[in-house]
C-alpha cells in the first residue's frame, strides 16, 4: 500500500490596519484566497483574536505535501500576495508545519 504524502499547513498570523478593513477584505477574499486555490491549497481556518495579547488574525491554508507549499512560495504570484497582504496588516508572520487533524496549530 503506497504512503500517501504528509500534508502541510502555512499559517499566516497579522493585525489588521485599523483604517483598510474594507480594502483588507476585498483583496483577501476576492484575490489572495481564489489565486492560493487555484494553485492547489485550500483555506481551512480563519481565526480572530477577540483577548489577549495575540494577533488578531490568523489564517490557515493546507497543502497536499511539502514540496507544493514550498514550490508555491517561492513563486512570484506568492511574492505579489504576500507584498499586497502585508500592504494592509502589521506583526505579520508567517509559517509552515505539518498538518495536525487533532490539535489547533499556532
Not at 10 to 24: A, K, P, R
Not at 55 to 60: A, D, G, N
Not at 77 to 86: G, Q, S, T
Amino acid at each position: 500500500m503506497a504512503e500517501h504524502p504528509r500534508r502541510y499547513k502555512l499559517i499566516l498570523t497579522y493585525d489588521i490596519d485599523g483604517d483598510v478593513h474594507d480594502n483588507y477584505f476585498q483583496f483577501v477574499l476576492g484575490e489572495m484566497v481564489p489565486a492560493l486555490q487555484a494553485q492547489g491549497l485550500q483555506m481551512s481556518g480563519a481565526w480572530h483574536t477577540a483577548y489577549g495579547d495575540y494577533p488578531k488574525r490568523l489564517v490557515e491554508f493546507i497543502a497536499d505535501d511539502q514540496a507544493a507549499l514550498e514550490a508555491l512560495l517561492k513563486t512570484p504570484l506568492w511574492a505579489n500576495l504576500e507584498r499586497r497582504l502585508r500592504g494592509f496588516v502589521t506583526n505579520y508572520t508567517k509559517k509552515t508545519v505539518p498538518l495536525r487533524d487533532d490539535v489547533f496549530q499556532f
